[in-house]
């Protein structure tokens, strides 16, 4: 929504999350860019730990801004994403948190604050797909937009020591995730596009509406963030050696005999499990489920890029 030089100028809304610290001050930053651009002085609204950016979010919408930007972590960006899904204001990033995977899948700068400010205020809009969550049946549901899972990687984000990720960053996973390690699978089917059945033991059961993780590594290989499809990826390792199999069937991508790893795709699903598992998504841990649906809102989120991203991800032009 440009303005033009005789019409009212741009404003932002900034959602930041108080407790990611940052050398930089993102405030004056943002301020600096603003006035530089000629918009006017930016909304700042702070999260809770009541409100972790849904309430903020609805406050910027009512103010009619331009763009929301949300400062911080992948759970600070999902919540300000679910109010803003359906609507047409783009939502910007400025990455502050430990995993930053939105961010990372939309080529946005994860180490650079003042290019993230760049590409939130000056960039192209694209829309991507939000994928929406129901745990148990429950009436009101969530929303995710990299991945969610249930079993033994919600089990890794529910166990991971805040001290050491604040010390260590996004190692502190590895940690948990070696702890976690031990454990039993469990009976699990799992229904895609209300048809088709697959049932088995595994560890975990996945879903990502786009690939790419920490260190480069793409957890749903080819996965598109605007394609209108839910990718799902079951872990089930087998024998004593069995997470070395998980290990070489994502290297394998899940092809190959006897692979740990299987890929499906398709645009809704739903888990069953014999026993409630962990929970989680875009790495909040959400408690346990034994039951949850997954369904892709195509095109529901308008975000702001960085002009001329490439990232494979993104299959869409930006608008002209």
């Known amino acids: 929504m440009a303005s033009s030089a005789a019409g009212p100028r741009q ?71 679910a109010e803003l899904a359906g609507t047409d204001t783009p939502l910007g990033l400025i990455p502050l948190g430990t995993g930053n995977l939105l961010a990372r899948n939309l080529d946005i700068a994860v180490d650079d604050p003042a290019a993230a400010v760049a590409a ?14 129901t745990l148990d049946r429950a009436l009101k549901g969530d929303v995710f937009l990299v991945m969610a899972g249930l079993g033994y990687d919600a089990a890794l984000m529910g166990d991971t020591n805040d001290t050491l990720k604040d010390r260590v960053g996004w190692l502190a996973y590895i940690d948990a995730g070696i702890r976690n390690l031990p454990g039993k699978p469990v009976k699990s089917t799992i229904r895609l596009d209300g048809g088709k059945e697959i049932s088995g033991y595994p560890r975990s059961v996945m879903g990502g509406n786009c690939g790419k993780i920490m260190g480069g590594l793409e957890i749903f290989p080819g996965a598109r963030i605007d394609d209108g499809l839910l990718d799902i990826m079951t872990m089930a390792p087998k024998g004593r050696l069995g997470w070395l199999g998980v290990v ?24 069953f499990t014999q026993t409630p598992q962990e929970f989680e998504v875009d790495g909040d841990h959400l408690g346990q489920a034994s039951h949850v649906a997954f369904r892709v809102d195509p095109g529901a989120l308008r975000v702001r890029m960085p002009q001329g991203t490439k990232d494979p991800a993104i299959l869409t032009d930006p608008e002209v």
Do not use: F
Request: charged share 30%; hydrophobic share 40%; glycine share 12%.
């Open 248 to 271: 070489a069937g994502l290297l394998r991508r899940g092809k190959g005999r006897g692979t740990s790893v299987e890929y499906y795709q398709c645009k809704e699903a739903e888990i």
């Open 120 to 133: 939130a205020l000056g960039g192209a809009d694209r829309n991507i797909d939000v994928v929406h969550v």
């Open 11 to 81: 404003r932002a809304a900034v959602i930041m999350n108080p407790i990611k610290k940052t050398d930089v001050d993102i405030r004056a930053l943002v301020e600096s860019a603003c006035r530089d651009r000629g918009w006017e002085q930016p909304l700042w609204l702070e999260t809770t730990k009541e409100d972790p950016g849904r309430g903020m979010a609805k406050e910027a919408l009512a103010a009619g801004v331009d763009v929301v930007i949300a400062a911080g972590g992948d759970g600070t960006v999902r919540c300000v994403a």
